[in-house]
């Protein structure tokens, strides 16, 4: 089981910035593919970037490219997404989710959640 704990939400007004942290405390990471999510009220939830632990190869809506970046210290057991240039639909609850690589590999789906993180960007 992976235990997950965000931070860094907040209020932010458009063209801001904020990074949110991903904590897997006292877990090895190594297998692990590592993803942020968000959900709008209204909407589906819906991805936002995620980076492989080992290899850091990561991938990025086309939303967000270009404006955000993903990245993980593997000394801290920490995923962080540095969110720039940031407009007011990217306000939504930030989740972050992880799954083994294998298992990951054949549904595609991560298995384990952080209970969010609130990201309001005020015009």
């Known amino acids: 089981q992976v235990q997950l704990v965000e931070s860094g939400g907040g209020l932010v007004q458009a063209g801001g910035s904020l990074r949110l942290s991903c904590a897997a405390p006292g877990r090895t990471l190594t297998n692990y593919i590592m993803g942020w999510f968000r959900e709008a009220p209204g909407k589906e939830r819906e991805f936002v970037a995620n980076i492989t632990w080992s290899g850091g190869s990561a991938n990025y809506a086309a939303s967000v490219k270009g404006r955000f970046t993903i990245s993980r210290d593997n000394t801290k057991n920490t995923m962080y997404l540095q969110m720039n240039s940031l407009k007011p639909e990217d306000t939504a609850v930030y989740y972050c989710?992880?799954?083994?690589?294998?298992?990951?590999?054949?549904?595609?789906?991560?298995?384990?959640w952080g209970q969010g993180t609130q990201v309001t960007v005020s015009s």
């Open positions: 989710a992880a799954a083994a690589v294998v298992a990951y590999m054949e549904s595609g789906e991560y298995d384990y």
